[in-house]
């Protein structure tokens, strides 16, 4: 007679709240946790021995764009290799839906980080969207964001200018039947130029149908530069608008002479903080990556291809020296690489440090999975804030880490019963060795699996084992409850 489907034997809990680690057995019934102590008494129809390992909830990946990879790879082996068992989609602004794109236009970019092929965008509602990610059952569960560039897209004729009243009234419409489908939220990209044109007051107002659904507003901040706290207070306010909770997306300073400046904007977003829901997510590498841009050559010390659609040939190389190659300089390089992505290397070590150690930062991988050379943060992000920032660098103790990456971010998308190892809430649970756990993807070789991740369980079901996903794809698409109170109470506020 079993007690269990599975019992985790032996290990030691970090439960993600933050709270200290203790000894004890997991029980696994169905989906859920079903018990956390001493099971010693109890059997399991599967016991798995996990003596001197890390039982933790499954992580939370707080900034994805795997809108569209969800389905086109939905194995997952990047994200379950590093004991990631959600992610959220829909970032920066960019969606997959809801647009439906003509045969043969053109992906504007930053939509083609979500891959170029145009056949892709083919939901002209979310709802649509989030049917045919259900069916395509993934490995892990996902919770989905409306990209307000990705509104623009769908519903005017030309990006350069801001949306007129007819417009924003459709694209109020389009977000609403998004949210009542289950969406958790608009996200926002303004630094981007096919949304650099939409005024804040375009952002805000399309915010307002957000009102009565507890959402978040995560925004790519229009400048990450020379003018970030007026971009932050804009993103404040279109969350406002919508009475939504904020989450300013890979908050980092770009370029020399803004290095050192999160010590300005982290006691800004505290100030911020004591009267407004507002997290941030941050991913711990110094280079950043997106698509290919000019304005990006004059702050980075280096810049790295991951891919051209022109020149697919040169994904993985220094611009530098493919101009030479070239025989031009680098910024004429960048116009016949078009369309293009890259890496840049703008941020100083110091504010990575200073914005992971910040306590209401969340991880989030900013992985471009579409990329053939991509940023090593797509196969290393948690492993490296697990292994090198808590173990190595000793940046903060392993059970803050485990809560940035847990229960932190379920509590800011608004996520229940997950995020937290407690008796009843879902069974994504992820078991890694702490002395062992390791990054291995670099930006020489950026795609590679991490070390130390063991066992990860989606849901109850067994998705990873010892380095390999197992097949089983039993992740959910997590629909954000509809007419939920807001999340943003005082509680998560700093006070
Ligand atoms: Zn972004």
New binding site residues.
């Given amino acids: 007679m079993s007690d269990f489907d599975v019992v985790l034997r032996g290990g030691t809990v970090i439960d993600g709240t933050g709270a200290p680690r203790f000894d004890a057995d997991v029980g696994i019934e169905g989906r859920r946790i079903a018990a956390i102590g001493d099971l010693s008494n109890a059997r399991g129809r599967s016991e798995i021995d996990v003596r001197g390992r890390i039982v933790a909830p499954g992580f939370i990946d707080a900034h994805t764009h795997d809108d569209r990879y969800l389905m086109q790879s939905p194995l997952m082996p990047a994200k379950l290799s590093q004991g990631v068992t959600t992610v959220i989609t829909g970032?920066?602004g960019i969606s997959l839906a809801p647009w439906c794109a003509a045969p043969g236009e053109a992906v504007p970019p930053p939509l083609d980080l979500l891959g170029d092929a145009t056949a892709a965008f083919r939901y002209a509602a979310f709802g649509d969207y989030l049917d045919a990610l259900e069916q395509a059952a993934p490995a892990v569960n996902a919770a989905c964001l409306v990209g307000h560039t990705t509104l623009r897209v769908a519903l005017m004729d030309r990006l350069d200018r801001a949306a007129t009243d007819p417009e924003i009234a459709a694209m109020q419409a389009l977000l609403r039947d998004a949210m009542l489908a289950g969406a958790c939220g608009m996200s926002t990209?303004a630094?981007y130029p096919a949304a650099m044109a939409a005024s804040t007051d375009e952002m805000a107002r399309v915010a307002t149908a957000l009102h009565g659904f507890g959402a978040v507003h995560a925004s790519?901040i229009r400048d990450e530069g020379d003018s970030i706290r007026e971009a932050i207070d804009e993103a404040v306010a279109i969350g406002e608008a919508g009475d939504a909770s904020v989450v300013v997306?890979?908050h980092k300073l770009i370029g020399p002479k803004n290095h050192g400046r999160s010590v300005e904007t982290l006691a800004h977003l505290a100030q911020v903080m004591r009267h407004r829901c507002v997290g941030l997510d941050c991913y711990p590498y110094q280079a950043g990556s997106?698509v290919l841009r000019k304005d990006r050559l004059a702050v980075s010390s280096r810049v790295i291809l991951t891919r051209s659609q022109p020149h697919p040939e040169y994904a993985g190389q220094d611009l530098d020296a493919i101009a030479a190659a070239m025989g031009l300089s680098p910024e004429d390089a960048v116009d016949v690489l078009q369309p293009a992505g890259a890496i840049y290397f703008l941020m100083d070590e110091a504010d990575v440090r200073r914005i992971l150690a910040f306590p209401q930062t969340m991880i989030g991988s900013?992985g471009l999975p579409h990329d053939p050379v991509p940023h090593p943060r797509l196969w290393g992000t948690f492993p490296r804030v697990l292994g090198h920032y808590s173990r190595d660098v000793g940046l903060f103790p392993l059970e803050t880490a485990v809560h940035k990456m847990t229960g932190l971010t379920a509590g800011h998308f608004g996520l229940q019963q997950r995020g937290v190892l407690s008796e009843g809430n879902f069974a994504d649970v992820t078991v890694f060795d702490a002395a062992r756990i390791v990054d291995n993807a670099t930006f020489e070789h950026p795609v590679a699996q991490a070390t130390g991740v063991e066992c990860v369980f989606v849901n109850g079901e067994l998705a990873w084992r010892d380095g390999a996903g197992t097949g089983v794809r039993a992740g959910a698409v997590i629909r954000h409850a509809s007419g939920r109170e807001s999340q943003c109470n005082r509680s998560r506020m700093i006070s």
Avoid: I, L
């Fill in positions: 970032n920066c990209g630094a790519h997306s890979h997106t900013d």
